[in-house]
């Protein structure tokens, strides 16, 4: 099983495109919200990313919500 990050904020529509779109293909994953959670936000910052969502899967970062990059992390 892949390990699957999602950094997302409370009003970040492509967010939640992105988190129905791993939860309809029964993805796992961990959210971690910048907008509620400081440290997330250290982390993606470190990161170099500013804007969400940022996909992690297996260290692999996909920054937007891109379903061909999803896909093919997953397979």
Known sequence: MKNVVVYTSSTCPYCTLAKDYLSDKGVEYTEKNVSTDRTAREELMAKG??????????NEEIVGFDKAKIDSLLD
């Open 49 to 58: 990313h500013t804007g969400v969502p940022v996909i992690v899967i297996d």
